[in-house]
């Protein structure tokens, strides 16, 4: 069992950036790849970003590839996603997902979630 509580969100103007903070208790986080999802208001939850045990490999939703980069810190137990160029259509809800499979960008394919941090980009 792992708990996840993310931070970070915000309202921030087109064109700037955040930076989200998943962080784990419960079971080392090394245990289990990690994703980024995002839900809009009437909306699916879509995928945005994926990270490997070892975070030495990433997947990234072409809609945020070149602007989002997602990393982790075993030792903190903790998972990022940086957002830079952030632009109205990115509002949503984020989310951070913990699997046991090595990479996962299908929402069903993880076992854990966070509750959620608001991002609002205005125009």
């Known amino acids: 069992q792992v708990q996840l509580v993310e931070s970070g969100g915000g309202l921030v103007q087109a064109g700037g950036s955040l930076r989200l903070s998943c962080a784990a208790s419960g079971r080392t986080l090394s245990s289990y790849s990690m994703g980024w999802f995002r839900q809009a208001p009437g909306k699916e939850r879509d995928f945005v970003a994926a990270?490997?045990?070892?975070?030495?490999?990433?997947r990234y939703a072409s809609s945020v590839k070149g602007r989002f980069t997602m990393s982790r810190d075993n030792a903190k137990n903790t998972v990022y996603l940086q957002m830079n160029g952030l632009k109205p259509d990115d509002t949503a809800v984020y989310y951070c997902?913990?699997?046991?499979?090595?990479?996962?960008?299908?929402?069903?394919?993880?076992?854990?979630w966070g509750q959620g941090t608001q991002v609002t980009v205005s125009s």
């Open positions: 997902a913990a699997s046991r499979l090595f990479v996962a960008v299908t929402p069903t394919s993880y076992d854990y």
């Open positions: 990270i490997t045990r070892s975070g030495t490999s990433t």
